[in-house]
């Protein structure tokens, strides 16, 4: 499930179609839709009002009352009609954020810095006078309890997705192709909830299926009475399945019947902040910007890398040495591990990591390939019961304790903190779209690390990696060390 959320995440193409679902969804929203509002709502209000009620009691005591009390009442109150209408204002009731909890986080903030702004505006009017020992107390708590108790409700919904309900029921529109490889991606990424139930399909034979549970019920014209066959909530166009007068006259002949019309853009793996959309009379062109690291934004990069590295390093040191003394006192051999990789502009480096295996472990390799549980012709080798790896080299393997001495290379400027994963050169075939990950420093950590670790695919560590490389931020940065943790801590898929 930590691997769906996560690709779901950084699918651009899903967060594309699941936004044009919400703006553009039957006039009729599935009652799921309802109670998933209702819910969030109810328990929004409860926070707000708990929030209400441990501030004034912190800034006042238990023993407060009288006219105080009552004056506090009405503010908390107003408090709580401000904070839902700007929670709402702000996108906080929209179905499309279930599955992405950082555009969900921004926007509670968002909502909560504009209610302190007008709590205060609207005393500083009104002469109202509110201690801020009370504001100081309502309005951070309030926020937090916001974000988890929202954190509990998407992991709720994101379990009722996982079992197929809590889902837009999506007939898609196009060539074979274009049906087949949205239909790859909603599988994938179930946690969108969009289920694509049927097909229309331009060069597809009616009744055969593109996909296990997506037959093709009928042609591209056909479109809009096989939604009702289907029972669809939208209907999605993707590929090059209509042209412009089709798809005008499909959203016609969906007038009246209750359900969304939707185009799913052929983009992928680019994030949101890299398109933009300016209509020219009546089409809507899609701009997309290069992807470029600027020249602050890097410096901050690097700066954040040497940082983050030296302090961890001094405040690591006992373990360090701890795990080196173990290593050299229970197996024969080196206690560092060296291997060539490939860094950024496919140059060489010999990484340092922690010995985890026997000595001779890579002449063994060929007797124990039949074992190896990851596909890409070999590009990536794990075995979950390894016989090569030492009893400590199990433990520090699955505490990522092996990684640590790579915060030397982060220091040196060969490695960053957050990148692609570095190959094995000599395993490694960087060819095609796999060669972009090589723009990039490669790092301790990225998206395929905390979204699967030893179970990630190769084909989806290399789609994680490129959407990094194409759309790197700062705050994207920051997001995926903040989730390592618990990534490592969890010890998801390390083996």
């Known amino acids: 499930m930590t691997q769906t959320r996560?690709?779901?995440?950084?699918?651009?193409?899903?967060?594309?179609?699941?936004?044009a679902v919400a703006r553009s969804g039957p006039t009729h929203q599935p009652l799921w839709t309802v109670q998933y509002r209702l819910v969030l709502l109810t328990l929004d209000l409860c926070a707000i009002i708990i929030a209400t009620v441990v501030g004034f009691e912190l800034r006042f005591g238990v023993l407060a009352g009288g006219l105080q009390s009552t004056d506090y009442l009405i503010i908390g109150l107003g408090i709580a009609v401000g904070w839902t209408v700007a929670l709402q204002y702000y996108g906080g009731y929209e179905i499309r954020h279930i599955a992405s909890g950082p555009e969900e986080l921004k926007r509670v903030l968002r909502a909560s810095a504009v209610t302190l702004s007008l709590l205060a505006v609207g005393c500083y009017v009104t002469k109202t006078p509110v201690a801020r020992g009370f504001v100081i107390g309502v309005i951070p708590l309030?926020?937090?309890?916001?974000?988890?108790?929202?954190?509990?409700?998407?992991?709720?919904?994101?379990?009722?997705?996982?079992?197929?309900?809590?889902?837009?029921?999506?007939?898609?529109?196009?060539?074979?192709?274009?049906?087949?490889?949205l239909a790859e991606i909603t599988e994938r990424a179930k946690a969108a909830g969009l289920k694509i139930v049927g097909a229309c399909a331009e060069d597809a034979v009616v009744g055969s299926e593109l996909f296990p549970g997506v037959p093709v019920i009928g042609g591209v014209l056909d479109a809009a009475q096989c939604a009702g066959e289907v029972d669809a909530d939208v209907v999605a166009v993707t590929g090059s399945g209509l042209g412009p007068r089709a798809v005008r006259e499909l959203g016609w002949a969906l007038e009246g019947t209750n359900r969304g019309l939707v185009m799913a853009p052929?983009?992928?793996?680019?994030?949101?902040?890299?398109?933009?959309?300016?209509?020219?009379?009546?089409?809507?062109?899609?701009?997309?910007?290069?992807?470029?690291?600027?020249?602050?934004p890097g410096v901050v990069k690097r700066a954040l890398d040497i940082v983050v590295a030296a302090t961890v390093l001094v405040l690591i040191a006992p373990v360090l040495a701890a795990t080196a003394i173990a290593i050299k006192t229970t197996s024969r051999g080196p206690v560092f591990f060296r291997q060539h990789r490939l860094g950024a502009g496919g140059g060489e480096f010999s990484i340092l990591k922690f010995r985890s295996m026997y000595v001779g472990a890579d002449e063994r390799r060929a007797e124990i390939l039949e074992l190896n549980e990851q596909d890409g012709g070999g590009v990536l080798f794990k075995i979950r019961e390894d016989p090569r790896v030492t009893p400590v080299g199990r433990w520090i393997r699955k505490l990522s304790i092996d990684e640590l001495p790579q915060l030397v290379h982060v220091l040196s400027g060969t490695?960053?903190?957050?990148?692609?994963?570095?190959?094995?050169?000599?395993?490694?075939?960087?060819?095609?779209?796999?060669?972009?990950?090589?723009?990039?420093k490669p790092g301790m950590t990225g998206l395929w690390q905390i979204s699967g670790r030893s179970q990630t695919?190769?084909?989806?560590?290399?789609?994680?990696?490129?959407?990094?490389?194409?759309?790197?931020?700062?705050?994207?940065?920051?997001?995926?060390?903040?989730?390592?943790?618990?990534a490592v801590l969890g010890r998801r898929g390390a083996f």
């Not at 398109?275 to 009546?282: D, K, N």
């Not at 084909?459 to 618990?486: H, K």
């Open 6 to 19: 996560a690709l779901s995440s950084v699918d651009p193409e899903i967060a594309a179609l699941d936004a």
């Open 415 to 440: 490695m960053s903190l957050v990148g692609p994963r570095p190959l094995a050169a000599v395993d490694s075939t960087y060819t095609g779209a796999a060669r972009r990950r090589l723009l990039v």
């Open 142 to 181: 309030g926020a937090l309890l916001i974000i988890a108790e929202r954190s509990a409700v998407r992991r709720y919904a994101t379990a009722r997705r996982q079992r197929g309900s809590w889902a837009y029921r999506i007939l898609a529109v196009g060539t074979s192709d274009s049906v087949l490889h």
């Open 457 to 486: 695919t190769w084909d989806d560590a290399v789609r994680m990696d490129l959407y990094y490389v194409e759309n790197w931020s700062l705050g994207l940065d920051m997001s995926i060390l903040f989730r390592t943790i618990f």
């Open 266 to 296: 052929a983009l992928t793996e680019i994030a949101g902040s890299r398109v933009h959309v300016s209509p020219v009379e009546g089409l809507p062109l899609v701009w997309l910007d290069q992807p470029a690291l600027g020249r602050i």
